[in-house]
Nanobody, 124 residues
Framework: QVQLVESGGGLVQAGGSLRLSCAAS????????MGWFRQTPGKEREFVAR????????VYADSVKGRFTISRDNAKNTVYLQMNSLKPEDTAVYYC?????????????????WGQGTQVTVSS
């Protein structure tokens, strides 16, 4: 069982930066695939980024490539999402997700565990 708690969301102006954190419980965190998704009202949850256990294999949505960076610190059981050059269209609730095996990175069904989400609002 893995429990995920996101933090770091908030209000930022366009062009600014935020770093989201996702703290995970569980002794086997280092072996889990971790992902970030986001969702705006009335829309489906959208894939943002994924990182494998080693940290060396990352995947990004085209919409955030070059602006967002996913990373993890297995010693702290934490995965991060560094978001730079933020745009108003990045406004969403951001969710952390985890899975023991992983699958297709951009599919919600590839992840077993989900956090409660943290709100990110980018003003123009």
């Amino acid at each position: 069982q893995v429990q995920l708690v996101e933090s770091g969301g908030g209000l930022v102006q366009a062009g600014g930066s935020l770093r989201l954190s996702c703290a995970a419980s569980g002794r086997t965190f280092s072996s889990y695939v971790m992902g970030w998704f986001r969702q705006t009202p009335g829309k489906e949850r959208e894939f943002v980024a994924r990182i494998r256990w080693s940290g060396g294999n990352t995947v990004y949505a085209d919409s955030v490539k070059g602006r967002f960076t996913i990373s993890r610190d297995n010693a702290k059981n934490t995965v991060y999402l560094q978001m730079n050059s933020l745009k108003p269209e990045d406004t969403a609730v951001y969710y952390c997700a985890a899975d023991r095996y992983g699958g297709t990175p951009y599919r919600e069904t590839s992840y077993t565990y989900w956090g409660q989400g943290t709100q990110v609002t980018v003003s123009s």
